[in-house]
Structure formats: C-alpha cells, structure tokens
C-alpha cells in the first residue's frame, strides 16, 4: 500500500515569493495534518484537516493556509514567504483525528534565499 | 498549550547496550503518547505508542512506559543494534500534537 506522498520533494524560493505544497494522504484516511522542522528541531504543528473542514490550528501567521480537497488530499499554501521560512514541511495523514496514530510522508524541503 | 520536554539531546551507546529517552509533558489532559524514529532525510516513523489507561507498552526490542501522576513518559531500546542510530521525538497529544526536540542517538559497532 502507498503511504503518504508529498510533492515537490525540494523546493527553492526567494524572499516574498509564494509557495504551495502538496499531500495525498495515505488511502481511507480523512484526515491530514502539516508540521513545520526547523533543523535541529521537533515537527511543529501548524494545521490539522478532517472532512474538508480545519479541526486545529498552531501558532502561525496568517501568511500560512491549507485546504483539503474532497479526495482528502490537502495543500498547504505560504505567502510572502520570509528566511525563517526555510525548513522540512512534513505531513502526516490519520483515519480520523490527531488522537490517532498519524503517518508522516517524507516531506518538502523549502529553502528561502 | 501543551509543552513537550525531552532529554537527553544526545546519546551514545555501545553496540547491545540498552539506550533510555526521558520526556516531560504538561498538559495532563493529554491521552496520546507516540514515538518516532526520524532518518537522515526522512519523515519520522511510529515506532511505539501509548494511551493515558496504559503504564506500559513493550513490542520486541522497544518499550514505552507511562507516568501520568508525574507526567512523564520514557523509551526504552534493548539489545541497540547500529541500525537504531537515528533521531528519536517524542509526542504528546491533546488537541494537537506536540513534539519535544529530539534525540540524536548513536550505536557504536
């Protein structure tokens, strides 16, 4: 069975510009969360998204959206995009809710220049 | 929010040597307790999880145990094989997950 893919694998921008990365969950899960790891850091919880509709939200600017599409894949947008923005931007995918045993892909490497 | 402490931030090991990561939490509303296994390059994989209703969780080499009066929970690896060298997060999950920061551990052939 596939698990969780993400798409680009890496990714190059630059100061101000906009990025969207995408998730296709792993099949019959409903739900997808996005992390942000920084290096040297632990995931950071920036969304979590269960039947099309956000269920949770971390401590992110407003410059950072996602939406999940009716086949319970899930983009997640940044704009203007800042340095501090380079990091891994993992997903995670779970039959139903964060409370669940989620299963990460293996992430989007952004790097802001 | 929930806060996820973790230590140690590194640990080296000889090779067959039992390796222990601590973590603290301080939500005690939190019910969920996964452990990854995180590869240069990689996403992290579950490699063991428990509920708030269960002290302890062992499966083959790997074992987690629980604390909820002192809010803390621990890996233990036995028998550390080379391949075990990785970085390892803990969680801790209310409404969303929460990682600590990791643990590069080393297992010296």
Redesign the interface.
């Known amino acids: 069975d596939a698990g969780v893919t993400q798409s680009p694998t890496h990714l190059i921008k630059t100061r101000g510009q906009q990025v969207t990365l995408r998730c296709s969950p792993i099949s019959g899960h409903k739900s997808v969360s996005w992390y942000q790891q920084v290096l040297g850091q632990g995931p950071q919880f920036i969304f979590q998204y269960y039947e099309k509709e956000e269920r949770g939200r971390g401590n992110f600017p407003d410059r950072f959206s996602a939406r999940q599409f009716p086949n319970y894949s899930s983009e997640l947008n940044v704009n203007a995009l800042l340095l501090g923005d380079s990091a891994l931007y993992l997903c995670a995918s779970s039959p139903r809710a964060v409370q669940e045993t989620q299963y990460f892909g293996p992430g989007t490497r952004l790097l802001v220049l | 929010?929930e806060n996820?402490e973790?230590h140690p931030s590194t640990l080296s090991v000889q090779e067959g040597d039992s390796a222990v990561i601590k973590c603290t939490y301080s939500d005690s509303a939190s019910?969920?307790f996964?452990w990854?296994k995180q590869e240069l390059?990689?996403?992290?994989?579950?490699i063991i999880?428990i509920r708030s209703n269960v002290g302890e969780k062992k499966d083959q080499r790997i074992a987690v145990t629980l604390n909820k009066t002192a809010k803390h929970f621990s890996l233990h690896i036995t028998e550390t094989q080379p391949e075990d060298s990785a970085v390892y997060?803990c969680?801790a999950?209310?409404?969303?997950?929460?990682?600590?920061?990791?643990t590069r551990l080393t297992v010296k052939p």
């Not at chain 2, 999950?93 to 990791?102: E, Q």
């Open positions: 929010g996820v973790q019910n969920y996964p990854y390059g990689k996403g992290p994989q579950l999880d997060f969680a999950s209310t409404h969303d997950m929460r990682f600590g920061a990791g």
